[in-house]
């Protein structure tokens, strides 16, 4: 397949090319192919490390084996490593959280994404081995957060955006310092791009003016390719206030600032948007400046909730069913 991508393709010589892995499924043989094709990234899932928790979320992958991948990947010549950690989880604790990081700081990955869990059920009703009552909520949750980033801190890692965490010497964090990050429907990357390929099934493509998303059932989407179509199910192009709003929302995800000094920057709803943000300026979460937005180092746990003000559709939407889980 991944020739196949290629086969017509001219490669960047600074291309960085990386995959996804589960540790269970992942093999010597497969790391090596992949490195001889030129992926020198690669991503495990990890989420959690205690039995339990992995039960429950039906994803069990034993510490000995996340080793194996690791080592291998680093053996072969893999420069940078990621780990999934997953904060929230249900029977998740103190303790289990403290294990999980303790184990993390043993393997030291280069990166590390350590996401809030989100619980929604209306959408995916796999989520139903546990019930609510198994969920950590509120100040419990947010205490998970607190202790893993403070024990990553500890340890080296370097906060980066929102969830994310690096070592000092991965190409995340040079991009990062050198105000080159950029983020999309993947996560963060060291590439600042507008243009996002999405293939395969329910993958989303970006323009930068549009997105567009594949359609969900494998048979649809094969068939649709072989007949020549784009194998898209729905997308939305962005309005002139769509772009100003989205420059701000990168800025402020990717750099934890922003600024609106000329008219091109500017709209009505960014400062609707400015306008809800006023008790988290309040609270020295942010510094408002003349045409200038800084979060503070209290507020960068709370980026994305700062990012959801300026979000004009959000707040015009009043969707009347629920579709987002807790940001906290």
Not at 255 to 275: I, M, P, R, V
Request: charged share 25%; aromatic share 10%.
């Amino acid at each position: 397949m991944i020739l196949g991508i290629l086969k017509d393709s001219e490669i960047a010589p600074d291309h960085e090319f990386g995959f996804e892995g589960h540790p269970n499924y992942t093999h010597v043989e497969q790391l090596q192919k992949l490195y001889d094709l030129g992926f020198r990234r690669v991503s495990f899932g990890i989420q959690d490390f205690d039995q339990k928790v992995q039960y429950i979320i039906h994803r069990t992958q034993t510490f000995e084996q996340v080793k194996i991948v690791t080592e291998a990947a680093r053996r072969i010549g893999y420069e940078s490593v990621n780990y999934d950690l997953i904060y929230g989880l249900p029977l998740q604790t103190m303790a289990t959280i403290i294990d999980t990081i303790e184990k993390v700081r043993e393997l030291k990955p280069d990166r590390i994404a350590f996401y809030s869990y989100a619980h929604v059920p209306w959408l995916k009703p796999g989520q139903r081995r546990f019930t609510e009552d198994d969920l950590p909520k509120g100040e419990e949750k947010r205490a998970l957060y607190e202790k893993g980033r403070l024990m990553l801190e500890d340890s080296g890692y370097l906060e980066i955006g929102m969830d994310h965490f690096s070592l000092p010497g991965d190409s995340l964090y040079k991009a990062y310092s050198e105000k080159k990050l950029h983020r999309n429907f993947m996560g963060y990357t060291t590439t600042n791009t507008r243009l996002l390929l999405g293939l395969g099934v329910s993958s989303i493509g970006d323009s930068w003016t549009g997105f567009a998303q594949n359609v969900k059932v494998f048979e649809d989407y094969v068939q649709m390719v072989n007949d020549g179509q784009l194998p898209i199910v729905r997308g939305h192009i962005l309005s002139d206030e769509d772009l100003v709003l989205r420059r701000h929302i990168l800025n402020l995800m990717c750099h934890f600032e922003t600024s609106w000094e000329n008219a091109a920057d500017q709209s009505e709803a960014l400062y609707e948007g400015l306008d809800r943000l006023s008790e988290m300026i309040k609270d020295e979460l942010l510094v408002l400046h003349p045409f200038r937005l800084e979060v503070t180092e209290k507020g960068r746990a709370f980026v994305r909730n700062i990012c959801m003000a300026l979000d004009a559709r959000l707040w015009r939407k009043q969707p009347e069913s629920q579709i987002f889980s807790q940001t906290v």
